[in-house]
């Protein structure tokens, strides 16, 4: 999954197998006022309730009020099939639209659990993985008042598979459904044949390609919720106003500027294990410069009292909000990191030499990320703590967020590419990104390269990061995984299946090997207990025999709340609020 903020993206991940509730660890210390134990950030945990049951009611939880939400990011495309940013996904999620699975904050656990949403249990598998059933609750209504039925998710299921339509979305339906390698998606494809979902009666039948032990994480993606086919879902509209199966559905909305959350009157909390309506509605703003947002959370004025951010409070301003009890910090499976673009940077000697010559302090230093909570020097691909992990330098000799501009100029030399040109995107409308643009770009010539930035704006830096043919030889990236599992690291970003159908998708490198891909694949056949540690092998070989990219750093969150605000806590598998849990104490 990426991050909400486009110019460095992220993915989560942990154990693999699916438990009954309990098992695994939330992988340290959330509690604001607190540092963060980095050391297991990769694990978020086992935890499973399959027999939950709906209302949710939270103790001393009030009805009303207005919460307003500010953010420097705005937010990408809001269909549900392509919603794969960290905000995007986690608002639609949790407020908005409902999938055949959900996952809900547990604050005996202190970690998030899966439980059902639509689906009246996690789902049913054959013996091998490659079937699931689930069956649908009933009573479950559209904004509109019209129910949803057995159809809508197959509907929904099938247009999951439109990649030519929906680029930016997540591939899993692609890469597991049964014919998703030739299947092209309800627009892209009309004469095709969707083949993977069968419907009797309330019960709907997933078909795989192959075994797919993970399919109640994918199920909680909105991809994986219900869309009334036919005219009133055509993309160029749905994306502006998805409709709402959750407790709030759209308002007003302005694309990368505002959003209004208001209110779903069909919504029944009998028929929903997870979600809560206690705000009256959400307010949001985007656009919002940094300095800003922590100058307004910190006075905490007025409406700012029951203001949240999801951004995470610059360095210099950490420990004033840390005293004020109004900061949450926590850890998820984040790797941000550098990827070259593998058609075009073919030498790794110039990969090394980046890896060398990047100012991993400076830049940490220009973009406010605060050492050891939003910034742990990364190497492997897979952060610490996912199971299978091993640890190693990718470069040989290269330690962990160090800068040698005398060595990145000889492996330059070597190679015979002193001045190499290196061109990149960066926001000229995030001061942020400017400071760090500066720093790189000043690193990448004193190393020997002839750095070329190019400027693009918040707005449309995704679009562009997203399209194989723009003028740039580096882009910015990072990763989220999407469940627990390392087939939520490899696959995605560094997969053939997106090179193959000429998108960028996750794989910013756009890497594609098929020595590696082989072995992907043979991963995804093993025993699940063998999987962990294959996939830790997997993530040494590619990064020190290919370097198809380099970790810049792993990522925790530190975000900001108002004293009005109540029942804040931190989606460890995603880095977002516990949107379920807020309501304002007026």
Request: charged fraction near 25%.
């Amino acid at each position: 999954m990426r991050l909400k903020k486009p110019i460095i993206a992220i993915a989560a991940a942990g154990a693999l197998a699916l438990t009954a509730c309990g098992g695994g660890d939330d992988g340290g210390e959330r509690e604001s006022g607190t540092d963060v134990n980095q050391d297991d950030a990769g694990n978020t945990g086992d935890f499973t309730d399959p027999e939950r049951e709906g209302p949710v009611e939270i103790e001393g939880a009030k009805e009303g009020g207005t919460v307003k939400v500010i953010s420097q990011a705005g937010l990408n495309t809001m269909d549900p099939t392509e919603a794969y940013y960290q905000n995007t996904w986690s608002m639609l999620a949790n407020l908005v639209t409902r999938s055949l699975t959900q996952m809900v904050y547990d604050e005996e656990q202190d970690a998030m659990v899966l439980v059902p949403d639509l689906a009246t249990d996690l789902g049913t598998p054959n013996d091998d993985y490659t079937e699931w059933t689930f069956t649908l609750r009933e009573g479950v209504k559209y904004e509109n008042g019209e129910e949803v039925t057995p159809e809508d998710i197959a509907f929904g299921l099938q247009r999951s598979m439109d990649r030519e339509q929906f680029p930016e979305g997540p591939s899993y339906s692609n890469e597991y459904f049964l014919g998703g390698d030739e299947y092209g998606g309800p627009y892209s494809d009309p004469k095709g044949e969707f083949e993977a979902v069968e419907i009797n009666g309330m019960d709907i039948t997933i078909k795989m390609a192959k075994p797919f032990p993970d399919m109640p994480y994918w199920g909680t993606f909105p991809a994986m919720g219900p869309i009334p086919e036919g005219p009133e879902s055509d993309p160029a509209k749905y994306r502006l106003h998805p409709l709402a199966t959750g407790p709030y559905m759209f308002g007003e909305y302005t694309p990368e500027k505002s959003l209004t959350l208001v209110r779903n009157p069909e919504w029944d909390p009998a028929t929903d294990p997870g979600r809560t309506q206690y705000p009256d509605e959400y307010v949001m703003e985007f656009d919002v410069q940094s300095a800003q947002i922590d100058e307004i959370m910190i006075n905490d004025q007025g409406e700012a009292q029951t203001t949240i951010s999801y951004d995470d409070v610059l360095a210099e301003d950490y420990r004033e909000m840390e005293e004020t009890g109004r900061l949450a910090v926590g850890t998820f499976p984040l790797t941000s990191y550098w990827a070259p673009d593998y058609r075009k940077i073919t030498d790794i000697r110039i990969r090394q030499a980046l890896a060398w010559a990047y100012p991993y302090a400076d830049a940490d230093l220009a973009g406010g990320y605060i050492e050891g909570v939003t910034s742990v020097p990364a190497t492997s691909l897979m952060p610490p703590g996912t199971p299978g992990r091993t640890d190693f330098n990718p470069v040989e000799g290269h330690e962990p967020h160090s800068t040698d501009p005398e060595k990145a100029r000889e492996l330059l030399e070597e190679a015979g590419e002193v001045g190499y040109e290196i061109s990149w995107l960066y926001a000229k409308d995030d001061p942020l990104s400017v400071d760090v643009k500066d720093v790189v770009q000043a690193a990448l010539k004193e190393a020997g390269f002839t750095p070329k930035p190019v400027a693009t704006t918040v707005a449309d830096f995704s679009t562009l990061r997203s399209d194989p043919d723009t003028d740039v030889n580096v882009r910015s990236g990072g990763w989220i995984a999407d469940w627990p599992s390392g087939a939520t690291w490899f696959p995605p970003v560094l997969g053939c299946t997106e090179v193959d159908k000429g998108v960028v998708g996750a794989n910013y490198s756009i890497f594609c090997e098929q020595e590696i891909e082989d072995e992907i694949t043979r991963i995804q056949t093993l025993p699940l207990e063998e999987q962990p540690d294959a996939w830790g092998a997997l993530d040494e070989k590619i990064m020190t025999e290919y370097l198809p990219l380099f970790g810049i750093r792993y990522g925790g969150v530190a975000q900001m709340y108002g004293s009005k605000i109540e029942g804040y806590h931190i989606d460890n598998t995603i880095g977002m609020p516990t949107w379920k849990n807020i309501w304002v104490n007026e």
